[in-house]
């Protein structure tokens, strides 16, 4: 997959070339005894195509790309016809995008790899997008998927009196479940049939757009079981017209994230309340993001945003639409924010380029990343922000005092005798210097740690006085959120350390020191967020390095404490 990590490689890697074949080779699998794993475009971050154990058969799907064109269809117990599309489970999704974009349709599945990932993955990951605000993830579109079991039979399943819009809004969800002998073609002989009734409340839990937590989703075959019951191999899903008008706003907030973050919600309500226009996407990254996918910032200003904010919006009448957007962008500016509006398909476009890089997130570890799926009620992603910023925060203070422990060791017992162009350094000078920095690095060490362990509390207590930040933060931690009160590797301990040990006989210990600084720096963990904030699903990302066991280690604590926020505020 898109990963670095390698466990065993598969005993053999199958490749069908028609979902045919897929019930014998399940079979034969099955009596070999090998473990079997699904794969189709390989785009997952999280190992899930990754084999564990050496008897295992890999089965690649991506040639199962047949696609058929758009077609209007009576669903059962649907009063009229509905435009659909067949595509096989290789089909890229980006492909089946453009097919019903040709035909003035919109298909809502849209993930972040869309141009890489194929439908199977969609549906075994129930994958959602920008445009899940407005008509919800795969599960929520599918007409009919067919997939091979355990057992290397068919089973197709068909979704009964669609409402053609968000599953958890029906009362009760019906599916029509059919088995049928893998040794014959697709229900030509039938084992046997079940009508699966699930109340619709069980897909979602009340107030979130998606629900990532409960994978079993009452039985229901398939969908978000990540291959693990099965093996999808074609689906259909139902097409949606988008309104005549479209327009999208980006949104750059620059002051504390805590502020910006009720933006979203300020947004969706007043959207919502709306008889005319829509939220057809609203996504959102992080400082971290904005970072990694060299975002270049529109307003006028020296500095990056904290936070950005890509909105589709969508009306048939352009008044409307036109005003709302005025309106959002009104919205950003309450809250340090500015607005830009994009009106034509080539503008609206480049606005959103930036939301299909954050794969760069993980860059510097190759691709390596713990992904979280989190979803929370929209009211509380404010809280969520803030719990993140203080993970995030507590994260970079002991990697800086890992830093001052690791130079100490360093200093204190490496000698100090470095040959430069011929030039040998003075050894009693060198103890006088290394008795200088060692005691920078404790009075840094209890500066820093003071911080730590008093995040909650005032500024007055902290060892430095910080007059001008005393009545404008409530504790230490609003102080460091903000940047106004900064820990500072380069101005607190490099450049000290530089004037300490000035002159050339120098220059190859002073590079030793930053080479340190660099090795401690690549094994920082830190949480990085980008969200489909329309419905409160957040990526809540953590790169690491998959050689480093005590990074991974740390990064599964703090998996521990992300989940734990989560459910704290009802996610």
């Not at 890999?58 to 040639?63: C, G, R």
């Not at 005549?244 to 907030?253: A, G, P, W």
């Not at 829509?278 to 990056?304: F, N, P």
Request: glycine content about 8%; charged content about 25%.
């Amino acid at each position: 997959d898109a990963t670095d990590w390698r466990v065993e490689f598969p005993l053999v890697v199958l490749k069908p070339d028609y979902e045919s074949e897929i019930p014998g080779l399940v079979k034969a699998c099955v009596e070999l005894g090998l473990t079997i794993i699904p794969r189709g475009g390989g785009t997952g971050y999280t190992g899930g195509a990754i084999p564990l154990y050496a008897l295992s058969a890999l089965i690649n799907t991506e040639k199962l790309e047949n696609i058929g064109g758009v077609k209007t269809k009576r669903l059962p117990g649907v009063d009229h016809e509905v435009p659909t599309i067949f595509t096989g489970a290789g089909v890229v999704t980006r492909r089946v995008a453009d097919a019903a974009e040709h035909a003035g349709l919109v298909f809502a599945v849209d993930p972040t790899s869309a141009d890489a990932s194929c439908i199977g993955g969609n549906i075994a990951m129930n994958a959602g997008g920008k445009k899940a605000v407005l008509w919800g993830t795969a599960l929520d579109n599918l007409a009919s998927w067919r997939m091979v079991d355990p057992e290397g039979n068919w089973l197709d399943i068909e979704r009964l009196d669609h409402n053609l819009g968000k599953i958890h809004e029906v009362d009760m969800v019906r599916f029509q479940l059919t088995w049928s002998d893998g040794l014959s073609e697709p229900g030509e002989r039938i084992l046997k049939t079940e009508l699966l009734e699930i109340e619709g409340k069980r897909f979602r839990k009340e107030g979130l757009g998606k629900d990532v937590t409960d994978k079993f989703l009452s039985g229901l075959p398939g969908v978000q079981k990540e291959g693990c019951d099965g093996l999808i191999t074609s689906g259909t899903f139902i097409l949606h017209k988008m309104p005549k008008y479209i327009r999208t706003v980006c949104l750059e907030f620059f002051g504390n994230v805590s502020h910006a973050v009720p933006a979203i919600v300020e947004i969706k309500d007043y959207l919502d309340q709306s008889d005319s226009t829509l939220l057809a996407g609203l996504e959102h990254m992080d400082e971290r993001y904005i970072k990694a996918v060299g975002y270049s910032t529109k307003a006028a200003r020296q500095e990056r945003p904290r936070m950005v904010l890509i909105a589709d919006i969508a009306s048939d009448d352009e008044d409307a639409v036109g005003l709302s957007a005025s309106q959002i962008v009104q919205i950003a500016n309450s809250r340090d924010g500015e607005g830009f509006i994009a009106v034509s398909a080539d503008a609206r476009k480049r606005f959103w380029l930036d939301r299909a890089r954050t794969a760069a997130i993980a860059k510097h570890t190759n691709a390596f990343k713990i992904n979280e799926d989190v979803v929370i009620p929209l009211p509380k992603l404010g809280e969520y922000s803030d719990g993140i910023e203080r993970i995030n925060i507590e994260l970079s203070i002991r990697n800086k005092l890992k830093l001052l422990d690791d130079l100490e060791t360093f200093i204190e017992h490496d000698k100090f005798i470095y040959e430069e162009e011929g030039l040998n350094s003075d050894p009693e000078l060198n103890q006088v210097k290394q008795k200088m920095s060692i005691d920078l690095i404790h009075g840094l060490r209890e500066k820093w740690g003071q911080m730590l362990d008093n995040l909650d509390g005032p500024l007055s207590s902290l060892l430095e006085r910080h007059d001008h930040l005393e009545y404008k933060y409530e504790n230490i931690f609003r102080a460091l959120q903000s940047y106004e009160l900064r820990i500072s590797w380069k101005k607190e301990l490099k450049e000290p350390l530089h004037e300490i040990f000035s002159g050339r006989e120098y220059q190859s210990f002073l590079l030793k020191l930053d080479q340190i600084h660099k090795n401690t720096l690549k094994s920082r963990v830190f949480i990085a967020l980008h969200m489909h904030a329309g419905d409160g699903n957040v990526h809540t990302n953590i790169p690491v390095n998959s050689d480093d066991y005590q990074m991974m280690q740390e990064a599964h604590e703090v998996v521990a404490r992300v989940m734990s926020l989560a459910r704290s505020l009802n996610g």
